[in-house]
């Protein structure tokens, strides 16, 4: 069925010794070279397509793949948007015109149907989404040779847009979002993520991505592995510098094991299965915070607010405070260019403030444009607790 996981090759027969007649080796040569075809619907399509391209472990999971573990929860998050247009299509049927009436109703909402039009998607798309859901369809579609060079020319892609600058939190929007999502049981999880997210610069993936070997909360770190990371430039070590960043961690690390987490690679944030049940080796979803998080943001008057703001928010503190904008990115990992022009900004703002706390309301040496001269400064004395002449020249035997 699509997008479950695929079933494990280890459950189906063993290999044979020799690997001569093995049925294991033989359905992986299936699924290589001879289930593609034109005439599969997308679904069915997709399956294979992204069965060929992933190595599914039993137990502790290894380091080989073909694709990251967060491209293939990307493509099939797609390919499952994709399916609630295409399903009934065969590869080969599908065209120029289909896509672009994708691109429609995906920006919309919309599929006219019989009886009227709906709403298959929960919510509309942005032109960047779009673009990456359009795209999954064509390369499953290239794979199985049904993009011809006539429908790559009739086709029209959505323009890439460039988003704005996210928003972050003031200083008092900050106190306020944490003592409302501190005030109720309920929103335990979202304070805890957000005492996280504001003192380690985490994004949304890189935190449901952690796993309780990443944490060495007795070292004061805190690390970021490729499964969560948006690129390798993003694979970094965090320190953890206050009390509240380490409790809280701990806290999330009891709240894992009590969902049945242990060992290095269960997740900080298991997914809920069903009822009390939790899957510690699988991480909680996107929409796994939803509903408290839109409670809290909500009670606290900040409906705009989003996960990922929590990011922009601890990087936007870090500017204001006068961190350079290479340690910024050092500790945040990689910042757009863009970013790192609206992140300087803000730096220099701070700068001219302290500089102005600094010397605004002092006497000035001279009037701008005057001869004056400028008086010579009385020559600084050192500060030293110990006096004068003991500093310059010890006369203790400790000194010799």
Known sequence: MLLDDPVNISSFEKHTGNHRNCPVCDRSVHLQSTRLLPDMTFPEAFDVWIAQRVIHYTG?????????????RDLRQYARAACKFF?????GEIHA????EY?????????????GAKQPWKERAGANLIRKEVQTVMRVMRAAGAWTEEKEKAFEPLATVYTDVPRALTPAEQVEWLAVANSRPEWRLVYLWSVVALQTTAATNEMRALRLGDLFLSQGTMQVR????????????????????????????????SMGASGPYAYLFPIHVTGVRYDPLRPMTVWGMRKPWDAVREAAGLPWFRVYDLRHTAITRMAEAGVPIPVIMSFAGHI???MQQHYTAISMESKR?????????????????S????????TPKPVSSVPQADWRQPKTAAFR
């Open 353 to 369: 403030r302290w500089a102005l706390a600094a010397w605004a309301g002092g006497p000035m040496p001279f009037a701008p444009g």
């Open 60 to 72: 502790t999971r290894g380091n080989a793949h073909y694709i990251s573990e967060r491209g293939e």
């Open 336 to 338: 757009s260019p863009r």
């Open 226 to 257: 490729s499964e969560g990371a948006k690129n390798q430039r993003r694979i970094r070590t965090i320190p953890l510098e206050t009390p509240e960043v380490v409790w809280a961690l701990g806290s999330l690390v009891e709240r894992a094991s």
């Open 87 to 91: 399903s009934g299509l065969a590869l």
């Open 371 to 378: 001869s004056a001269t400028v008086p010579r400064p009385e």
């Open 103 to 115: 691109q429609r109703a995906r920006a919309l909402n919309l599929v006219d149907m019989e009886g």
């Open 97 to 100: 015109g289909h896509l672009a």
